[in-house]
């Protein structure tokens, strides 16, 4: 079952040295036309937010991790030397 996509277009007007910008990037990355970039660029940069977003929500997780596993530390060091020098 195929999807319909009804194709909204959209045009819109860019700075000269935008629109140089994507005349460059289309022939860097052989893309067919102008709307490819865009939507190539598109793409990048969500993924890109998501990788970013991805990184934040470890990075985050790590610390909570890293707060409790140092506060465990701190409890287990006061016992470690209990009941070593009866042997």
């Not at 000269?16 to 460059?24: D, G, I, T």
């Not at 893309?31 to 939507?39: D, G, M, P, T, Y």
């Not at 598109?42 to 929500?57: C, H, T």
Request: charged letters at 35%; glycine letters at 4%; proline letters at 1%.
């Amino acid at each position: 079952c195929m999807k319909n996509h009804a194709s909204a277009k959209s045009s819109f007007t860019l700075a000269p040295a935008e629109h140089a910008q994507v005349k460059r990037l289309r022939r860097l990355l052989k893309a067919r036309s102008n709307a490819e970039v865009i939507r190539r660029s598109l793409k990048m940069l969500e993924e890109s937010l998501s990788r970013e977003q991805l990184r934040r929500q470890f990075h985050e997780a790590a610390a909570r991790v890293r707060s409790s596993t140092l506060e465990e530390l701190r409890e287990l060091d006061g016992v470690v030397g209990d009941g070593l020098d009866d042997a």
